[in-house]
């Protein structure tokens, strides 16, 4: 699971941890999270490392939206989630993961 979402009873808001899949962590120095809720601006977002070696990432997000994003690895290659909720085509003639929240 790469996707761990916690809905917050006390404001509207989900908080979402991204976890980068263990094959994109294998092949990268450093992994970054771009999507729509950060303009794409993939610096604004760094993978860290957890306890347990994965590399992971939280943010807070609306619920009842769907936001389009994608993993950077090493700030240059693009790369979907493997477990996203679903994909879109993008304008590129790839596809963008998808997060339900």
């Known amino acids: 699971m790469s996707l761990d979402k ?4 006390s404001k509207p808001v989900c908080k979402v941890k991204f976890i980068a899949p263990d094959p994109l962590v294998e092949t ?5 999270l771009a999507g729509e809720f950060n303009g794409w601006d993939f610096s604004e977002n760094p993978l860290r490392k957890q306890k347990d070696g994965s590399y ?6 609306a619920p009842g939206q769907e936001y389009e ?24 003639g790839t596809d963008n993961s998808v997060v339900v929240v």
């Open 6 to 9: 916690r809905y917050l009873k």
């Open 28 to 32: 990268s120095k450093k992994i970054y």
């Open 56 to 61: 992971a990432t939280t943010i807070d997000l």
């Open 69 to 92: 994003y994608r993993y950077v690895l090493d700030g240059e290659r693009w790369e979907n989630d493997y477990d996203a909720d679903k994909y879109v085509p993008n304008v590129i």
